[in-house]
Antibody, heavy 120, light 106 residues
Framework: QVQLQESGPGLVKPSQTLSLTCSVS??????????WSWMRQPAGKRLEWIGR???????NYNPSLKSRVTISVDTSNNQFSLRLNSVTAADTAVYYC????????????WGQGTLVTVSS | DIQMAQSPSSVSASIGDRVTITCRAS??????LAWYQQKPGKAPKLLIF???NLQSGVPSRFSGSGSGTDFTLTISSLQPEDFATYYC?????????FGPGTKVDL
C-alpha cells in the first residue's frame, strides 16, 4: 500500500520560499497511472488545490498561485516537491501531498499533512 | 473557477440516523465529483469517486448520486466513526476546487 510523507521547514519568513518534499513508499512514482498533487488547508478553512505533476514532468497549477509555485519530480528518489515563492502570512496552512489516480480522477492516498507557518 | 457549495454547513445527528449532504457546482461538471471524509488533525480520506462509485474499503452505508451540478452524499445509518467533516471536490476543470465542508456531529 502506497504511503506519502511530507517533510520540510515548519516556519518560513515572509518573502522567503516555502519548500516541501513528499516521499512516496510502497509504489513507484513513475508508474504512469497517477498524478502527484499538492493541496493546502488554512486553519478552519476549505482545502485548496495547488497543483499536480505527472512522472513525465508535465504540470498543472492553480492560476491563483501559478506565478509563485513550482512542482517538480525526482523519480530516482521516488519523491516530488513543492516550492512557493514570496510567501506571506496568507500562505500559512497545513500542506498535504496526495496521489491522484488517473482511473478515478480523485485523490486516493494522502500524506498526513505538515503545518507551515509564515512568520518573522 | 468552478465554485462548490455544500449544505448544510453542519448537521447534528444520532447513531443510526440517515444523513444526507448536498453539493452544488456553479457549472456543470458531468460526474467528475469526489467526496472525502476528514477527521480533526487527519488527512482527508476518499469515500466516493465519479459521483457514485464507492472507493475500495469504504463501508456500503456511504453512497453518492448526482450529475451535472447537483450531487448528494448519503450515510444510510450513522456510526460513531462517521462523525467528521465531509468535503466534495470537482475534477472536471482546472483548478480543481473543494466545497466548504459539512460537519457531522452528535
Amino acid at each position: 500500500q502506497v504511503q506519502l510523507q511530507e517533510s520540510g521547514p515548519g516556519l518560513v519568513k515572509p518573502s522567503q520560499t516555502l519548500s516541501l518534499t513528499c516521499s512516496v513508499s510502497g509504489g513507484s512514482i513513475s508508474s504512469g497511472f497517477y498524478f502527484w498533487s499538492w493541496m493546502r488547508q488554512p486553519a478552519g478553512k476549505r482545502l485548496e488545490w495547488i497543483g499536480r505533476i505527472f512522472s513525465s514532468g508535465d504540470t498543472n497549477y492553480n492560476p491563483s498561485l501559478k506565478s509563485r509555485v513550482t512542482i517538480s519530480v525526482d523519480t530516482s528518489n521516488n519523491q516530488f516537491s513543492l516550492r512557493l515563492n514570496s510567501v506571506t502570512a496568507a500562505d500559512t496552512a497545513v500542506y498535504y501531498c496526495a496521489r491522484e489516480s488517473v482511473a478515478v480522477a480523485a485523490l486516493d492516498s494522502w500524506g498526513q499533512g505538515t503545518l507551515v507557518t509564515v512568520s518573522s | 473557477d468552478i465554485q462548490m457549495a455544500q449544505s448544510p454547513s453542519s448537521v447534528s445527528a444520532s447513531i443510526g440516523d440517515r444523513v444526507t449532504i448536498t453539493c452544488r457546482a456553479s457549472q456543470g461538471i458531468s460526474s467528475w465529483l469526489a467526496w472525502y471524509q476528514q477527521k480533526p488533525g487527519k488527512a482527508p480520506k476518499l469515500l466516493i469517486f465519479h459521483a457514485s462509485n464507492l472507493q475500495s474499503g469504504v463501508p456500503s452505508r456511504f453512497s453518492g448520486s448526482g450529475s451535472g451540478t447537483d450531487f448528494t452524499l448519503t450515510i444510510s445509518s450513522l456510526q460513531p466513526e462517521d462523525f467528521a467533516t465531509y468535503y466534495c471536490q470537482q475534477s472536471n476543470t482546472f483548478p480543481f476546487t473543494f466545497g466548504p465542508g459539512t460537519k457531522v456531529d452528535l
